[in-house]
């Protein structure tokens, strides 16, 4: 059994930073009451409090106003508000067109896809090799009839960042709505809204040491974004339901505990994870550009091996990671990602996505790397393919 | 720590038996392709006075329930005859390793359908197939719908890829509809002819791409 844990898929999730639990406790414990309007008793007014003030924090951080920003259970949610939401503004005024790149995230892709079923036409912007979307494809897309354009900020697996400001410029000037998914990129990399002219942003809490289970979504002024989650008059109106108190305490406080220097360190060690591999491992391919990608984010096809085989044996050495196998996935379906961007099926199933995050260190890349070594011989050892070389 | 096999799994993962490839094999067969994501080659040593398997190995590229049941499969086969060995099921694969779990069934099944075809070549190569009825498109068809289509991870009749299908003198000419350049030409080419010059009246495969 391994003596320690390496824990490499920061993506999927976060381990709590302490000081971020020491924020939140209190509201649980002390102040547990529901937010209440500014006429409520005590308690509640300063539950409300706590609530205000984590969203400015937030909102501050992209760039926004207070009342531009709305807090959600996580990017699932934000992703179906935004496409939900201007379907539902737009769909029987403007037209039922919507633009989606082709490797989204699963909220993005399948409630366009959702849409499809209720009558809504999609186009599926092709990316290229490194995973880029088309922007001539981009433009001709958008009609008349076009409502929203959706294209992430940056892809959760290979971590390549999309030209944003390029695409909000082309929306803007298409005068067609546009929601880019920032899970993968919010305090990691910098978003200002004023710059990328974004109507949307979807960012999430577990991907930077916050708690599970809270997100948000920007909504720049005057974006038509329907209430379908209905109940009470919470979010300006626009999501129903008691706010997560200590959970938009504990988004908050993630926000301001990531550093310029933790994300340079985090680039360090993804760098340094890729030129190892590349150099120390034959017939490997990197997924995703080399440096246009999130800080966080290595993505490696080991090739003529199965890669839920890979993680296994990682698994039994301390090492937690993801891959794009379809063995590994809840849907038995191999990576749409690696496949949007060109690869076979062998090159999806073969993908390890390394991600990582506050508690890993430089030993962590250095022994990944020695134990991949192993585990990659052996696996092709007795592997049927590339047997030639 | 929690893992999602059995510890005989693991341990068949870890430690797989009879590894390798048989170069002067009496019979083999290469199941499944890269596209499924799983892929299993069974090779075969059979000693005639007896038709035992004297020998046998597998290569996996595959997922562990795959490498862990193309292991076990070659410890229940070793040293029975071809009659005994062909009977072995999924079942009891899954049940010598302690159970595997439903989902992983078609991954799993592939070592079994690995053997079995092993010996089917063997026994069409040695002349010991009892059903001698004559090759037909229809059989040639059927047999096609083993060979994946590495596009798609579906066999490549139901992809459509088999064009057209000729038998004349026992020569068989297959066209497949991709380009001879395709980078998959190759490898469905050598397991179009696996599959098919096996067959006891096939004298001459000839496999064309339609560009």
Known sequence: ?389 | MKFPYSEKVLEHFRNPRNVGKIDDADGKATVGSPACGDMVAVYIKVDPKDSRISDVKFESYGCASNIATGSIITELAKGRTLEEAKSITWTQASDALGGLPKIKAHCSVLAVDGLRSAIQNYEEKHGLVKDMTPTTVDVVRRRLGKVMNPLTGLDMVRTNLVKEIEIKDGEVKIVVDLPDNHQFAPNIKEEVIDKIESLWDVKKVVVEFTE
């Open chain 1, 1 to 389: 059994m391994p003596e320690k844990t390496s824990y490499l898929d920061n993506a999927a999730a976060t381990r709590l930073d302490e000081r971020v639990m020491d924020a939140m406790k209190p509201y649980f414990f002390d102040i547990y009451a529901v937010a209440t309007s500014e006429f409520g008793y005590s308690l509640g007014i300063e539950a409300r409090e706590a609530v205000d003030n984590s969203r400015n924090i937030i909102a501050n951080a992209l760039g926004a106003d207070s009342d531009e920003f709305i807090f959600t259970s996580g990017s699932t949610e934000s992703g179906n508000i935004a496409l939900k939401g201007v379907a539902l503004a737009l769909g029987n005024k403007k037209g039922k067109h919507i633009i989606v790149s082709k490797i989204e995230d699963f909220p993005v892709l399948q409630s366009a896809k959702a849409l499809e079923k209720q009558g809504f036409f999609v186009t599926y912007l092709n990316v290229d090799k490194d995973g880029f979307v088309d922007l001539e494809q981009l433009k001709e897309s958008i009609t008349g009839e076009t409502i929203l354009v959706s294209v992430q900020h940056a892809n959760q697996e290979i971590g390549t960042v999309q030209d944003i400001e390029e695409i909000g410029r082309i929306c803007r000037e298409k005068k067609t709505f546009f929601h880019t998914d920032a899970t993968h990129t919010f305090a990691r990399l910098p978003i200002d809204v004023k710059k990328i002219q974004a109507d949307m942003i979807t960012v999430s809490a577990n991907t930077i040491h916050g708690p599970k289970g809270v997100g948000g979504l920007y909504i720049r002024k005057e974006t038509p974004v329907a209430k379908w989650m209905d109940g009470g008059f919470q979010e300006f109106n626009l999501r129903a339901g008691q706010e997560n108190i200590p959970g938009a305490v504990g988004f908050a406080k993630a926000v301001e505990l990531v550093t310029p220097e933790e994300n340079a360190k985090l680039k360090d060690m993804r760098d340094r994870l890729i030129d190892l591999v590349l150099e120390k491992i034959p017939h490997t391919t990197l997924n995703g550009h080399r440096t246009k990608r999130t800080p966080q984010n290595a993505n490696i096809t080991f090739h003529f091996v199965e890669g839920e085989s890979l993680t296994l044996h990682l698994d039994m050495r301390g090492f937690s990671v993801s891959t794009g196998s379809a063995c590994f996935s809840r849907s038995l379906e191999s990576s749409h990602v690696i496949r949007g961007i060109g690869g076979d099926h062998e090159r999806a199933h073969g993908s390890l996505r390394f991600t990582f995050g506050r508690y890993n260190s430089m030993d962590d890349v250095d022994s990944v790397v020695s134990a991949l070594e192993d585990i990659v011989r052996s696996l092709r050892k007795i592997s049927p393919l590339g047997k030639k070389d």
